[in-house]
T-cell receptor, first 116, second 111 residues
Framework: AQSVTQLDSQVPVFEEAPVELRCNYS??????LFWYVQYPNQGLQLLLK??????LVKGINGFEAEFNKSQTSFHLRKPSVHISDTAEYFC??????????????FGKGTKLSVIP | DTAVSQTPKYLVTQMGNDKSIKCEQN?????MYWYKQDSKKFLKIMFS???????INETVPNRFSPKSPDKAHLNLHINSLELGDSAVYFC??????????FGSGTQLSVL
């Protein structure tokens, strides 16, 4: 079985400061890894994904994440946050479930609050 | 045009009622999903459909039933609503592994 752990439920950070949102996963097979963002009263949208290849992946809005197989981690980072980055962030793992479909399992989310 | 649209956005109803939430995607994706997000923001997959075939059915009560009239639609029917069904329900679609496009959600409140 696969699972995702987001170590911090809330992360407050001052505007223009760097931020790291932590994510660890467990799976017995190779997985695909994702970060999604949910702005207030909206659905989720994809920030970035790791499927294979380079372990450092870049996403939208200046975010990046690094896949670390030995530590089973996929932490999300941004060097300088903006007020508009205030949102809920979800780490997710995807496993092939057959018939051309992939099951996406989400972590419990980290609420990023950017302080002016 | 909205890629994944679901209606209604808000649904307030009494316990014991039957209700439906509709979802449509215009992306041509093969797979559609229903997720439930509780008050603590935890997301749980309920169903997915691939080419009109149910392929994932998590341990949800059989009061919940997905219905897909065609590839672009996946509706959610809920019978005999209970207080614990109150949540935000998200429809999503995908074509590539893990890359989901979500609707804006339906906030269901059962009184």
């Amino acid at each position: 079985a696969q699972s995702v752990t987001q170590l911090d439920s809330q992360v407050p950070v001052f505007e223009e400061a760097p931020v790291e949102l932590r994510c660890n996963y467990s799976s017995s097979v190779s997985v695909y890894l994702f970060w999604y963002v949910q702005y207030p009263n909206q659905g989720l949208q994809l920030l970035l994904k790791y499927l294979s290849g380079s372990t450092l992946v870049k996403g939208i809005n200046g975010f990046e994440a690094e896949f670390n197989k030995s530590q089973t981690s996929f932490h999300l980072r941004k060097p300088s946050v903006h007020i508009s980055d205030t949102a809920e962030y979800f780490c997710a793992v995807s496993l092939y479930s057959g018939a051309g479909s992939y099951q996406l399992t989400f972590g419990k989310g980290t609420k990023l609050s950017v302080i002016p | 045009d909205t890629a994944v649209s679901q209606t209604p956005k808000y649904l307030v109803t009494q316990m014991g009622n039957d209700k439906s939430i509709k979802c449509e995607q215009n992306l041509g994706h093969d797979t559609m999903y229903w997720y439930k997000q509780d008050s603590k923001k935890f997301l749980k997959i309920m169903f997915s459909y691939n080419n009109k075939e149910l392929i994932i059915n998590e341990t949800v009560p059989n009061r919940f039933s997905p219905k897909s009239p065609d590839k672009a639609h996946l509706n959610l029917h809920i019978n005999s609503l209970e207080l614990g069904d109150s949540a935000v329900y998200f429809c999503a679609s995908s074509q590539t592994p893990g890359k989901l496009f979500f609707g804006s959600g339906t906030q269901l409140s059962v009184l």
